[in-house]
């Protein structure tokens, strides 16, 4: 097939990714400089991460339990022995020219995720995970990188303990790859040893070929022959979810674009360029060779496969979902809302063990979500107030306040301006009112409409909400408007 002759319908894109992920520690991974923002930039370095002359790295115990954490996660083989290499290669950020990484030895090889993709569960191999240092950041003033005036480099990041995820080309478009790092972001939230909040903390590689369909098999996989042949592109720094399926969008659009016309796709390097929505050439694809990767012979061979067994992990997103619909008999949906952030899990089981899983559920999933959504926060904004929020559930599950003025009035309340919800409650005279009040404000309202109470009977079904309305506006928004609807109901048709 020439590339005059291919039609949309015979091009099959595959892709494969290389995710960095920066990991919580106090320190850098070689060094003990820390790895909490500065305020200045080249402020958080020393000898070892500037790599100045006789420097000498040390090992972070902390980066390597986080790399088995991760690895039990993704039920990764954790070898007997692995050890550092130095990967050299000039760059700006990279003070020493040679990154400490992993080669042909890394700490995680063959693992997995299952990740469900517009409905459909399937598992993404991941070919290994390894760790190694960050370089330092570049900031293009005045420009992006093929446009700035110039750049400067900013030290404090360099060090920073990283590990590599590297998946197989298990990805046949930019949808699944977004997928894929969410489910991914997920499991590393749940394990504690990442903050989506960092900036750079999660940053994309992605490796993206197109290939004749008739090169693939039967059930879709594709042979190391054809990937081989095929001229892939690299696109870098891309840095989220949305930014990765958009990139990968582009690059796919401008590969199968070129080949229609007879082009040739180069092998090549590409830098994301968010602002623009474009992929931009930087350099020729480095082949591995380019590299020349020797072992670092300031650090021992790491054995640590034991850890494997010794270090505990919690309960996975994955899991936990499937848990939650089993024994509180959520949907999908609501479970999934729910174990989004392990924060978030932890609080609904919490008031989902002293009320009605379905009440706990909707208070917590829908109404505190969506408020600190509408606010731009998170649970984490309101972690030292929780306790507050299951007393406002209380306070609902006992009857004691409306849903209405819960939502409306007291968690708006707390969140706006700090106040608990007794002291809202007492402040507004939330107080649900008795019964008597109540059926009393129905035929003060039936006597004073008899418009409306005609037009009810006339079958007009608007005409029960106004006088729904006309109850709460006399009971001061204390009564449950189920109640009301139902006392004036039945005092109408009697």
């Known amino acids: 097939m020439t590339a005059q002759t291919v039609q949309e319908g015979d091009l099959v894109t595959v892709i494969g990714l290389e995710v960095h992920v920066q990991l919580e520690t106090e320190t850098k991974i070689f060094c003990g400089c820390p790895t909490e923002p500065a305020e200045r930039p080249n402020e958080n370095v020393c000898p070892v991460c500037l790599g100045l002359p006789g420097a000498l790295p040390v090992l972070n115990e902390g980066a390597v339990e986080a790399a088995v954490k991760i690895g039990k996660a993704i039920d990764a083989d954790i070898p007997e022995e692995t050890r550092f290499h130095r990967k050299n290669y000039y760059y700006p950020d990279l003070p020493k020219n040679f990154q400490i990484t992993q080669y042909d030895e890394p700490i995680c090889a063959d693992g997995e995720l299952e990740v469900a993709v517009e409905g459909d569960r399937r ?261 030292d107030r929780l306790a507050e929020v299951k007393r406002l559930v209380e306070l609902l599950a006992t009857e004691e306040i409306t849903a209405k003025n819960a939502k409306e009035v007291v968690l708006r309340g707390m969140l706006d301006d700090g106040d608990d919800p007794d002291t809202i409650v007492d402040r507004e005279d939330l107080g649900k009112t008795d019964e008597d009040e109540v059926q009393q404000a129905v035929l003060e309202a039936i006597e004073e409409n008899p418009d409306a109470v005609e037009d009810y009977e006339s079958g007009e079904g608007g005409a029960i909400n106004f006088l729904v309305g006309q109850v709460m506006q006399k009971t001061g928004g204390s009564a449950d408007p189920g109640d009301v609807n139902g006392l004036l109901r039945a005092e109408l048709e009697e």
């Not at 720094?237 to 082009?263: D, F, M, V």
């Open 123 to 383: 598992t993404v191999a991941i070919e290994r995970a390894h760790l190694e240092e960050d370089p330092g950041s570049l900031q293009h003033v005045g420009g992006s990188i093929d446009t700035a005036e110039y750049t400067l480099v900013d030290y404090n990041r360099a060090g920073t303990p990283l590990v590599e995820i590297v998946t197989a080309p298990d990805f046949r478009g930019p949808k699944e790859v977004r997928a894929f790092l969410a489910e991914l972001e997920e499991v590393l939230e749940y394990l504690g040893v990442f903050d989506a909040e960092r900036d750079g903390s999660l940053r994309i590689d992605a490796n993206l070929s197109i290939i004749p369909q008739e090169e693939t098999d039967g059930d879709g996989t594709i042979g190391t022959e054809a990937l081989e042949a095929a001229n892939r592109t690299e696109v870098k720094n891309i840095s989220s979810h949305k930014g990765a399926e958009k990139a990968l969008a582009y690059e796919e659009t401008r590969q199968k674009n070129a080949i229609r016309r007879g082009r040739e796709v180069e092998q090549e390097t590409r830098h994301w360029d968010e602002s623009r929505g474009i992929t931009v050439s930087m350099r020729s694809k480095e082949a591995e060779k380019d590299y020349r990767y020797f072992e670092e012979a300031d650090l021992p061979p790491l054995r640590v496969s034991h850890w494997k067994a010794e270090i505990p992990i919690p309960e996975l997103p994955r899991a936990r979902r499937e848990r939650f619909q089993g024994e509180y008999g959520l949907s999908e949906e609501a479970a999934s809302k729910l174990t989004s952030t392990k924060q978030v899990a932890d609080f609904y089981e919490d008031v989902a063990g002293a009320f009605d899983p379905d009440l706990a559920a909707a208070w917590v999933a829908d109404e505190l979500l969506g408020e600190l959504n509408y606010r731009d926060m998170a649970v984490t904004d309101v972690e």
